[in-house]
């Protein structure tokens, strides 16, 4: 797994040496993210927030309880970047611990509707929020969401979930009652972050256990390629979360799309698992090879 960290709230990619600059984001003012109905977190970004104590980054409530002091370590890990705010006031679930804030910035490459953090979860029992922040500032280069087939281009790109992502289902399971998506897909880019589906960060695949929370099965690995034989285009995705069958290798997963015309964009559906990869297929008109154009002759 790639990582890196720097301060003064900069950070390269160390296998591209790509720097990514946070600094625009930076003051005093800040931003504010929802909590409940009517509670917000008042957080800046490398520094201190003028609504909460000295030295705090982030704060909530009436009381501006502390969530973490400001600091400008920004990091880089699997194709994330991260600011993490520690030593935030006492936790109340346990002695000894005290509030954290993850901010997780996720590559979007077109400013979203609102340009600012969400809170994507808490765990109650360490008192750590986790933030997910989308923006452009935290993408490298335009993924490239087409390929070539023959004199035509195939692009993929209107498939591309803006706000949320798709659900599919796993079949094959026998628990026919459980209506809950089995994933959340995707391409092109990461999963829009969504109320109540803690997502890891950065996570184009996302698999959501029966138990436990959802865990990464892949992030956007390049563009669709084609493969002229079986005359299908695929996508792959590559993850850093250990498959639990063997250590050894982490989760993977790929999308092939076929042509299935008709008004439906189609979704993706699981096609087939091992254990450690996943396997969806996807019917689309989107992959359709053109019609051939008939041309009309006039005298």
């Not at 009517?38 to 970004?45: T, W």
């Not at 009436?62 to 973490?68: D, E, L």
């Not at 809170?119 to 969401?145: G, N, R, Y």
Request: proline share 8%.
């Amino acid at each position: 797994m790639k990582s890196n960290e720097h301060d003064d709230c900069q950070v390269t990619n160390p296998s591209t040496g790509h720097l990514f600059d946070l600094s625009s984001l930076s003051g005093r003012a800040g931003f504010t993210a929802a909590y409940s109905e009517k509670g917000l977190v008042y957080m800046s970004i490398c520094g201190e927030n003028e609504n909460c104590p000295p030295g705090v980054g982030a704060c909530f409530g009436q009381t501006r309880i502390s969530v973490g002091k400001a600091n400008k370590r920004l990091r880089y890990v699997d194709q994330v970047l991260q600011l993490v705010y520690k030593d935030g006031s006492p936790c109340p679930s346990k002695s000894g611990l005290s509030y954290k804030s993850v901010i997780s910035f996720v590559c979007r490459p077109e400013a979203g509707p609102t340009n600012r953090p969400m809170l994507i979860s808490l765990d109650k029992q360490t008192c750590t929020l986790f933030f997910s922040w989308h923006t452009p500032l935290a993408c490298e280069q335009a993924t490239e969401c087409s390929v070539r087939n023959g004199s035509s281009i195939v692009d993929l790109s209107p498939l591309i979930h803006r706000t949320g992502g798709y659900e599919a289902y796993d079949e094959s399971e026998d628990d026919a009652s459980d209506t809950n998506p089995d994933f959340y897909i995707n391409i092109c880019q990461p999963l829009n972050p969504m109320h109540a589906v803690p997502c890891p960060a950065g996570a184009a695949v996302c698999k959501v256990p029966i138990d436990g929370p959802p865990i990464d099965i892949g992030r956007v690995a390049g563009p669709p390629i084609l493969n002229p034989i079986a005359n299908e285009i695929y996508l792959n995705f590559e993850s850093s979360t250990p498959c639990l069958a063997d250590k050894h290798f982490n989760y993977t997963s790929l999308i092939a799309f076929h042509c299935k015309r008709g008004v439906s964009m189609g979704t993706p559906k699981l096609l087939r698992t091992s254990e450690c990869d996943f396997v969806f297929e996807w019917e689309t008109p989107v992959v359709c090879p053109d019609e051939v154009k008939h041309h009309h002759h006039h005298h």
